[in-house]
T-cell receptor
Framework: NAGVMQNPRHLVRRRGQEARLRCSPM?????VYWYRQLPEEGLKFMVY????????ESGMPKERFSAEFPKEGPSILRIQQVVRGDSAAYFC?????????????FGPGTRLLVL | GNSVTQMEGPVTLSEEAFLTINCTYT??????LFWYVQYPGEGLQLLLK?????DKGSNKGFEATYRKETTSFHLEKGSVQVSDSAVYFC??????????????FGGGTRLMVKP
């Protein structure tokens, strides 16, 4: 019963490069949320996706950031032309919604360091 | 908008001491409330949850009661262990909303338990 998988666990990029973060939800889960955690802070919501659809991207910066959750394969968070301020831990969570509600299960995170 | 406020840490306790971490929230409607725990270098693990007023969530000796009248969800444990050392996050979501149930997190409280 594999949990939420994220890779890579650690990613180092130089300013101006692209970062691509992957998230595989738990089996049977069709909802994916991405959060960002800056050092010594709580998590902040970025984007919510269902298969092939972005439902809410209100927490995601308008430029350089994009996300997708294709019909097949993992969800991808893509950051173009990274800057030092993008250094953070990025967590995804997947969930299954039932009539009893929804609980999100988190992956181990990708720690991005921009040099 | 929604917000969560939790006591700042670090909280340092001796083993077998009583733990309380305060959490209050501001939200419209009837949110679901959660406590997550984060061990060093890892993702968030769900510790307990409550989905309606007066519900008590419990797990591994930890408890929290959903108090609507005081908009609080304080975390308690009667006797802490060194292995409980971690960062604890209080969070809320909208409940069961088709437009998404993104979590709003508090800033986290670091707990250090000394032998």
């Amino acid at each position: 019963n594999a949990g939420v998988m994220q890779n890579p666990r650690h990613l180092v990029r130089r300013r101006g490069q692209e970062a691509r973060l992957r998230c595989s939800p738990m089996k049977g889960h069709s909802h994916v949320y991405w959060y960002r955690q800056l050092p010594e802070e709580g998590l902040k919501f970025m984007v919510y996706l269902q298969k092939e659809n972005i439902i809410d991207e209100s927490g995601m910066p308008k430029e350089r950031f994009s996300a997708e959750f294709p019909k097949e394969g993992p969800s991808i968070l893509r950051i173009q032309q990274v800057v030092r301020g993008d250094s953070a831990a990025y967590f995804c969570a997947s969930s299954l919604r039932t009539e009893r509600g929804e609980t999100q299960y988190f992956g181990p995170g990708t720690r991005l360091l921009v040099l | 908008g929604n917000s969560v406020t939790q006591m700042e840490g670090p909280v340092t306790l001796s083993e077998e001491a009583f733990l309380t971490i305060n959490c209050t929230y501001t939200a419209t409607g009837y949110p679901s409330l959660f406590w997550y725990v984060q061990y060093p270098g890892e993702g968030l693990q769900l510790l307990l949850k409550a989905t309606k007023a007066d519900d008590k969530g419990s797990n591994k000796g930890f408890e929290a009661t959903y108090r609507k009248e005081t908009t609080s969800f304080h975390l308690e444990k009667g006797s802490v262990q060194v292995s409980d050392s971690a960062v604890y996050f209080c969070a809320l979501s909208r409940g069961n909303n088709n437009a998404g149930n993104m979590l709003t997190f508090g800033g986290g409280t670091r707990l250090m338990v000394k032998p």
